[in-house]
């Protein structure tokens, strides 16, 4: 029973290109969230989406980022025209139900972004 | 303590000693959880404790909510070298909120 599963692991962009993170939630979890995590930090919290649904996306930046989850296939978070500041460790989690719902998420192991 | 300004808070030990560590938080919570990362790993969930609980307990680790301090602990029980970690608390707020609000962390160090 596989975990939730990111790749790649280590992505290295030049700024202005196009980064693209993808996770594959744990088998039957049909809600998938990402979060970004700075050095030293806790992680914060961008977006939470459903199958062919994004639900919130209230931490995500309005300019560069989109995430999607189609009916088919991983969970997509798009950086585009990379900057520095986007250099993080960015984090897939998925759960059978809502947090509120007393049901856990389950973390990827991340990709770590660096910007050149 | 994690959450609110406070910075992270680092514990060294020896193994087979306990740990203790704590979280506070600023709003209404519908639960708390733990969660443990190792150094470049993703995040493992360790406990999950409901607001209407007070204490729970899972092999090693026992966790305590107090919901009008807005504050949770947890214990580890006689630490192996492998507890070395970072320890995130997060709190899943009420109802329409589905994100996870974490803490800066804890960072605990096991000496064998």
């Known amino acids: 029973n596989a975990g939730v599963m990111q790749n790649p692991r280590h992505l290295v962009r030049r700024r202005g290109q196009e980064a693209r993170l993808r996770c594959s939630p744990m088998?039957?979890?049909?809600?998938v969230y990402w979060y970004r995590q700075l050095p030293e930090e806790g992680l914060k919290f961008m977006v939470y989406?459903?199958?062919?649904?994004?639900?919130?996306e209230s931490g995500m930046p309005k300019e560069r980022f989109s995430a999607e989850f189609p009916k088919e296939g991983p969970s997509i978070l798009r950086i585009q025209q990379v900057v520095r500041g986007d250099s993080a460790a960015y984090f897939c989690?998925?759960?059978?139900?809502?947090?509120?719902?007393?049901?856990?998420?389950?973390f990827g192991d991340g990709t770590r972004l660096s910007i050149l | 303590s994690q959450q609110g300004e406070e910075d992270p808070q680092a514990l060294s030990i020896q193994e087979g000693e306990n740990a203790t560590m704590n979280c506070s938080y600023k709003?209404?919570?519908?639960?708390l959880q733990w969660y443990r990362q190792n150094s470049g790993r993703g995040l493992v969930h360790l406990i999950l404790?409901?607001?209407?609980?007070r204490e729970k307990h899972s092999g090693r680790l026992r966790v305590t909510l107090d919901t009008s301090k807005k504050s949770s602990s947890l214990l580890i029980t006689a630490s192996r070298a492998a507890d070395t970690a970072s320890y995130f608390c997060?709190?899943?707020?009420?109802?329409?909120?589905?994100?996870?609000?974490f803490g800066k962390g804890n960072q605990v160090v096991v000496i064998p």
């Open positions: 989690a998925s759960s059978l139900g809502q947090s509120y719902s007393n049901q856990p998420q389950h």
């Open positions: 088998k039957g979890h049909s809600h």
């Open positions: 989406l459903q199958k062919e649904n994004i639900i919130d």
């Open positions: 709003t209404s919570i519908n639960n």
């Open positions: 404790i409901r607001s209407n609980e």
């Open positions: 997060a709190t899943a707020v009420s109802y329409g909120n589905n994100r996870l609000a």
